[in-house]
């Protein structure tokens, strides 16, 4: 047996760019989800047979209990409306993972909890259409602004917003 290693040659530099794309199935869940926006302009989440936990998005297995919701889920809507458990502003341009274009916004991001019939809010993080940030706190009622129906895609960029749920107690003067 030789010990002797071939000689490599170095591998020439290209200028050739080449796209890449990627398909893939979203699955029974996600798939739903998607089409529910997409079609109907309504967020449809689970709710974990097993624990009661709410999953928005919707998935096969319960991230709390490890329950699996394969067979015969529990779909259910959830929102429109949310509460904002958090939120930040950034003033820095970002990538859409959808189209991987260079996207900005005026508007602060929020985690939401959005409401549900299970035992637990649904949480996304999304925009929260109020641009002066003195106005947004967390426990803000919002409720989600969807695309018009021609020009949903079925992704999250479907809901455009979600625009602060004005109180009536507390707009009677206005």
């Known amino acids: 047996m030789s010990t002797e290693q071939p000689e490599t040659l170095p591998v020439p530099p290209t200028r050739l760019r080449t796209p890449f794309f990627m398909e893939y199935p979203l699955g029974l869940f996600n ?33 709390v209990c490890h329950g699996e919701n394969f067979e015969d889920p529990q779909w259910v809507e959830m929102g429109p409306e949310a ?9 820095m341009p970002f990538i859409d993972t959808n189209d991987l274009s260079v996207q900005s916004s005026a508007y602060p991001v929020g985690v939401l909890m959005v409401d549900s019939p299970g035992r637990n809010a649904g949480f996304l993080w999304h925009y929260i259409g109020e641009t002066d940030l003195s106005k947004v706190h967390n426990g803000m009622r ?8 021609a020009e949903r895609k079925g992704l999250m960029t479907d809901i455009l ?12 003067g206005d």
Not at 162 to 170: G, K, N
């Open 31 to 63: 798939g739903r989800f998607s089409r529910e926006m997409r079609d109907n302009g309504r967020l449809m989440g689970m709710v974990c047979r097993h624990c009661g936990f709410s999953m928005l998005p919707p998935q096969a297995v319960c991230s």
């Open 83 to 91: 509460t904002v458990a958090g939120f930040m502003s950034f003033n």
């Open 142 to 149: 919002v409720r989600a602004v969807f695309r018009p129906e």
């Open 161 to 172: 917003y979600w625009e602060p749920v004005r109180d009536p107690a507390t707009t009677q």
